[in-house]
């Protein structure tokens, strides 16, 4: 009996990315933790008898010559960043500062097991490296970087000293579209409040509830934040407002979210009832959780809210600070802030309500991000969430941020790459900024005579489990690469 093969990463194409994509994801790297990854690079350079510079912040850059010909192109430098978000479903055990990501070929896709696949930007590494071991691809000098801690932020590009690249051309491959060519970014900035507990005996006369959302789709806060999806911390708050009103529980636990640049998918609490008021907070969430699946039936229909009994506590939070936490993170504003009148169809302004842990020391933070392709309305929408959690009691602190990346329509790169893209595919990329924060801003500080443009294969739902890559898009936008760097003009 015939039985057709299962494919894997080695029957796909182009074979060399794919090997070194599969390579790359045996390679534990969550962001500050790269050390592996560097490790790996270094043995590749000394394999491959490439010179290999690190600096301090242990961005790595290893240089490869021109082909023969080519000798008289400019110097192209080509950009990725080495960690990678690590978000994982609770039912999956998984430690990613030790174990591979486990990829499975799912029809057109490939995607992990449970857990987020690090193609944004284990994809560019490995393109990178399988142009540095090429022997038959054309191109003038090249320089690859990688850029570490680029997801917790941006912090490899920020120490990036000057003199370490000599480029003045910069391909970033950080982009999740195939055939489209960014020219721009947004800036970011952090809004972290932190609330102090002082934790009372919960009352032994409740019975204990622990609520749960659960079932969303999460994704990048960036790229996803138009796309109206459900955010866990937010339908938790408004829950347990709904609850506060007609029952004054007491809260014991709140927890959800992980990442400042991942929409929340998950979140928990525990709280407190009068045994008799049980039945009646039952229908209370039966119906919420009916409006929840109406309003996000579209955008993200495995949204599940649930309530289990569970044993008591030994403290609560107290009805004061449970009020403060609740109305703050209710008002507490998410999603899309504003549209850009400059890019049709781009996010201009954002905020992600991303987080809110309970730490030692009894404390609770909430974390939230603000995004920008405008500083100044940055700035504003990052000062109004610091705003509603000062009103709460709250201790704020904000970063520095990061600057945004302004789109250069007669970029001479961008023209190039155009071109190229006619050439193989007879159709017009499409030239876009996108809402994300990409590297290129922190770079134009170092080194403001850089041309850059922004592209990449198409990945979906990024910075979630359900990350994937579309397998088919890898080898048009390798092919787009290669022709790129063969038709850069003589310098």
Known sequence: MYMEKTKQLSDLQPVAVWKYFHEVTQIPRPSKKEEKIIRYLEAFAAEHRLPLRKDGAGNVLIRKPATPGYENRPVVILQSHLDMVCEKNNDVVHDFETDPIRTVIDGDWL?????????????????????????DAEHGPIECLFTVDEETGLTGAAALKEGFLTGNI???????????????????????????CEPQ??????????????GLNGGHSGCDIHKGLGNAVKLL???????????????????????????????????????????????????FAADVENELKQADPGVRLTME????????????????????????????MGMSREMEGLVETS???????????????VGTSQRSSVESAKTAVADQVAAVFRLAGAAVEQGEGYPGWAPDTRSAILRTAQEAYRRLFGKEPAVKAIHAGLECGLFLEKYPHLDMISFGPTLRDVHSPNERIEIATVDLWWRHLLEVLKNIPPA
């Open 170 to 196: 910069l391909l970033n491959l950080d982009s999740e579209d195939e055939g489209e060519l960014f020219i721009g970014c947004a800036g970011g900035k952090s809004t972290t409040a932190t609330f102090v």
């Open 351 to 365: 905020t992600n309500l991303a987080s809110v842990k309970m730490k030692e020391g009894n404390r609770i933070v």
């Open 237 to 287: 708050a408004r829950l347990l407002s709904l609850l506060k009103k007609d029952f004054r529980p007491a809260l014991a636990a709140l927890e959800g979210g992980n990442l400042h640049n991942a929409i929340a998918r998950e979140s928990c609490a525990v709280i407190g009832l009068k045994p008799e008021d049980r039945e009646a907070a039952c229908v209370l969430l039966n119906r």
């Open 309 to 336: 009994t569970v044993e008591a506590p030994p403290t609560c939070f107290g009805d004061e600070l449970a009020d403060r936490l609740t109305d703050a993170l209710l008002a507490c504003p998410h999603g899309v």
């Open 111 to 135: 995607r992990a097991e449970g857990t987020t696949l690090g193609a944004d930007n284990g994809i560019g590494i490995a393109a990178e490296l399988a142009l540095l071991a090429a022997d």
């Open 201 to 214: 005996p919960a009352p032994p006369d409740l019975h204990y509830l622990r609520l749960r959302v659960s």
